[in-house]
Nanobody, 116 residues
């Protein structure tokens, strides 16, 4: 069973920082494009950032320049460093591992709340 275990969410003031972590297995990390998505109440899940096995990154326009996605292959973990947090960043953040349509896995989510 594929496991993606997120951690690092919490409550932070506007302008603050958080770092999310997604721990998984070596086999998943080495074969998948890893990503972070978020879903706010009443809204659709949206892409935040992705990183390929080659280390190429992609960001949503709303977080570019503030968030950084990275992967530590030695620790089998993907990180999302979030700086300059805004109240509109409040959401449940999900880790994703994608290889094919039938190899597309999600974590359970971690809540991020940014107070104004």
């Amino acid at each position: 069973q594929v496991q993606l275990v997120e951690s690092g969410g919490g409550l932070v003031q506007s302008g603050g920082t958080l770092r999310l972590a997604c721990a998984t297995s070596k086999s998943i990390l080495s074969r998948s494009t890893m990503g972070w998505y978020r879903q706010a109440p009443g809204k659709q899940r949206e892409l935040v950032a992705t990183i390929t096995t080659d280390g190429n990154t992609n960001y949503a326009g709303s977080v570019k320049g503030r968030f950084t996605i990275s992967r530590d292959n030695a620790k089998n973990t993907v990180y999302l460093q979030m700086n300059g947090l805004k109240p509109e960043d409040t959401a449940n953040y999900y880790c994703n591992a994608y290889r094919t349509l039938s190899h597309n896995y999600w974590g359970q989510g971690t809540q991020v709340t940014v107070s104004s």
